[in-house]
């Protein structure tokens, strides 16, 4: 038998798009590792809230810079992410919160499905410029990431529920805890330790935290596939 798998606790939301650049790399190198990787489906904006922080968009040097920013690391991490016409408006005014209750309905009932469908609103959303504020949109990502028509709609209807909102409260409260002040957050639990690390360029000190090799963004066994 090989080590015990280290656990990771990763903190996300779909309207964060380094959080899906992340996420993509955990999912890649989790079995690599021999990590347990527990989804934390997490609202950005009651952390920014919490922590005091904003938005890049809210300043204009910052918002260019990710865009420059996004547009290399996508071909380094290879993620097929495409900046949304109306950054502001998808950033700003639509949000996440009804996407980020569906996830934690659905990690509630069916965690299983959580990587696939948080994936599908990734896509949606920063990749082919789709809305996932609008209850349509959700179950049409849910419904193309595998689950079906009823199922779908099952969830949405516990969205406004006190379950869901008390567990996607508590897992934003929890990120707090930790100390994020923006997402994505990894948070490595490694002999007896607990360390936070901040965004997706973190991953080579998250392998030596865990004592393991790091092979870039696209490790050679998969860049193989692709």
């Not at 990763?10 to 650049?21: I, K, N, Q, R």
């Not at 904006?45 to 690391?73: C, E, F, H, T, V």
């Not at 996407?99 to 959580?114: D, G, I, V, W, Y």
């Not at 709609?153 to 994020?180: D, F, H, M, N, W």
Request: net charge neutral.
């Amino acid at each position: 038998m090989g080590p015990l798998p280290r656990t990771l606790e990763f903190f996300y939301d779909v309207l964060s798009p380094y959080s899906w650049l992340c996420f993509e790399v955990l999912c890649r190198y989790r079995n690599i590792w021999n990590v347990e990787l527990q989804l934390r489906p997490t609202l950005i904006a009651g952390i920014m809230k919490d922590s005091g922080n904003k938005p890049p968009a809210l300043l204009p040097r910052k918002g260019q810079y990710l865009k420059n920013d996004l547009n290399l690391l996508k071909q380094q991490f290879q993620v097929p992410l495409n900046f949304p016409k109306d950054f502001y408006s998808v950033i700003l005014e639509k949000g996440s919160m009804s996407a980020m209750r569906f996830l934690t309905a659905l990690n509630m009932e069916q965690p299983e499905m959580l990587e696939k469908v948080s994936r599908e609103l990734w896509m949606r959303v920063w990749s082919r410029d789709e809305d996932i504020s609008q209850p349509q949109s959700i179950l049409t990502a849910a419904e193309k990431a595998g689950l079906s028509a009823e199922q779908a709609r099952g969830l949405l209807e516990k969205i406004s529920t006190a379950p869901v909102k008390s567990q996607l409260r508590e897992v934003t409260e929890a990120a707090c805890r930790y100390g994020a002040f923006g997402l994505p957050a990894t948070v490595a639990h490694v002999d007896g330790q607990t360390h936070l690390l901040f965004g997706c360029d973190r991953m080579e000190l998250l392998a030596y935290l865990l004592g393991e090799k790091w092979m870039g963004p696209v490790p050679p066994a998969l860049n193989a596939r692709l």
